[in-house]
């Protein structure tokens, strides 16, 4: 299989936008210029290794593919390398299952969002009132972005939101071969 799909796509060797480390402002700056100098049609390919970073960078070039492919009708791959962690997923949920691509020996990690935030309640009643309401709509805020996410992951996939949920508060490995046979990617390569 990995014959006939590396000729249906040969830009996989050759991809025009590669993102390597932590996902993070710098990572969007070279994602913003490596998309600004790609050829203006056709298909384009999106690599990716990386352990993780900003969940919110992730989402912002993933709306940036979106628009991309929805506004400009180009096709666009994703080929993660190595390691897509945590940030990285959030990224890769951005491009339809049947346009994922790992490479062998890559895994994916799938976890809950992270908080480490204090409260003190220090103040007149009213204002801890107030402080407790916003760290709580902050955190209720993050769960459905959070879930929002999942779905997207998940979107085309054998996996469902129940399995996820349960699975990403342990830190969820997926290894490439398995990626691929709960529909997560369309192959590995």
């Keep these: 299989m990995t014959d006939s799909i590396a000729r249906k796509y040969p830009l996989l060797a050759a991809p025009h936008v590669r993102l390597h480390g932590a996902v993070d402002d710098a990572m969007y700056d ?5 998309l600004a100098a790609c050829p203006k049609d056709g298909m384009l390919v999106v690599t990716m ?29 994703f080929l993660g390398k190595v390691a897509v962690y945590s940030a990285g997923a959030t990224f890769m949920s951005a491009f339809p299952v049947e ?34 309401k916003a ?5 209720e805020t993050s769960v459905a972005i959070e879930e929002e996410g999942f779905r997207d992951l998940i ?6 939101f129940d399995e996820v949920h349960q699975r ?5 490995y997926i290894e490439a071969e398995q990626a691929r046979d709960l529909g997560l990617v369309l192959d590995v390569i």
Excluded at 51 to 66: N, S
Excluded at 103 to 111: A, D, N, S, V, Y
């Design 168 to 172: 990403a508060p342990d830190n969820w």
């Design 30 to 34: 070279r994602f913003c210029d490596q």
């Design 49 to 77: 290794t990386t352990l993780g970073g900003d969940p919110e960078v992730a989402r912002a070039m993933g709306d940036d593919i979106r628009l991309i492919r929805e506004f400009q009708g180009r096709d666009i791959l």
């Design 155 to 160: 979107k085309g996939s054998s996996v469902s």
């Design 135 to 139: 760290a709580l709509n902050e955190i």
């Design 99 to 132: 346009r994922r691509f790992l490479t062998h020996g890559t895994r994916l990690l799938i976890h809950e969002r992270q908080i480490q935030k204090q409260v003190t309640l220090n103040g007149p009643l009213r204002m801890v009132v107030a402080s407790l």
